[in-house]
């Protein structure tokens, strides 16, 4: 994630991201996915200690996580598998086996 976005996040909530270094290995265009994410765990007093993308998804690591905040951290997961990583967009997936690909064509150096 750009360095924007990322000051963003660690500036809205910094209890939560304290633990995280050194940053997000994951696209800007899951940025909305982790404000959503965010705002729901800060409620949480939730610790996030690693934001990474992984086998296509969104990957996220907290301290000792109530059920709750793994539900929380599950259904962005699940978001996370038909959003582009480098744009935001929604995109049909056909395979979970590899990262989305969408119009954007950012995955495939087209931009």
């Known amino acids: ?10 500036s809205a909530f910094p209890a939560l991201y304290h633990e995280v270094s050194p940053g997000f290995c994951c696209g800007d265009g899951w940025f909305q996915l982790l404000w959503y ?3 729901a765990l800060s409620a949480h007093e939730a610790v996030i200690t690693n934001v990474k993308a992984k086998f296509g998804s969104l990957q996220v690591h907290v301290r000792n996580p109530t059920e709750v905040v793994n539900n929380l951290i599950h259904e962005v997961q699940l978001a996370s598998l038909c959003t582009c990583q480098d744009c935001g967009l929604y995109t049909h997936r056909h395979d979970f086996k590899i990262p989305v690909y969408c119009p954007c064509g950012k995955q495939l150096g087209q931009v």
Do not use: E, G
């Open 37 to 39: 994410l965010s705002s």
């Open 1 to 10: 994630m750009n360095l924007k976005n990322t000051s963003i996040l660690y």
